[in-house]
């Protein structure tokens, strides 16, 4: 996805299913804009087995992959485009590790996450792939609206 659209740095997230099912998605899309990120695209979406798989083919080697793949197909997820200086970094602080159990304090995987597996969140980890997993999720028209 080109910079072009957007005037800062911008990062790709996703709400996985067990927090859209415990009922988190408004407390974080709060928490979102109270950091200062503006949502330039939004949807909510159930993923197939196999669209979960295209999403973390990176981890295909990974013991984890077969569970973590049902889990994001298990229900619907919310994904979005988040920009804001130093978005990527940015958003990686404020949902934390990876375990919640390692997780700093009020951070999203912190406050909401269940496990390793279910936590809650993801965050783009470099700006390459914020481009990669924007451009599997959203078109540029959805991105255009300022
Ligand atoms: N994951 C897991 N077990 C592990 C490591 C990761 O189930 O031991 C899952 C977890 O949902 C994580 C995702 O796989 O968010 C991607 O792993 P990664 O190491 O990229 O963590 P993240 O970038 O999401 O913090
Ligand atoms: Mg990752």
Redesign the pocket.
């Known amino acids: 996805m080109q910079q072009g659209y957007f005037s800062k740095e911008y990062t790709f997230m996703m709400i996985?299913p067990d927090a859209v099912k415990a009922g988190h998605s408004g407390a974080i899309l709060k928490r979102i804009e109270e950091e200062g990120f503006q949502i330039r695209a939004l949807k909510r979406l159930r993923l197939t087995k196999e669209q979960a798989m295209g999403f973390?083919a990176v981890?295909s080697a990974?013991p984890?992959f077969g569970?973590?793949t049902d889990?994001m197909a298990s229900g619907p997820v919310i994904a979005a485009v988040l920009e804001r200086d130093n978005a990527v970094a940015h958003w990686r602080e404020v949902i934390g590790?990876?375990d919640p159990a390692e997780a700093a304090p009020n951070t999203i995987r912190k406050l909401f996450a269940k496990s390793?597996?279910?936590?809650a969140v993801?965050?783009s980890?470099s700006k390459e792939n914020a481009a990669i997993e924007t451009a599997f999720f959203f078109s540029g028209l959805e991105l255009v609206g300022q």
């Open positions: 996985k973390y981890h990974r984890f569970e973590l889990f590790a990876t390793k597996g279910e936590n993801h965050g980890d």
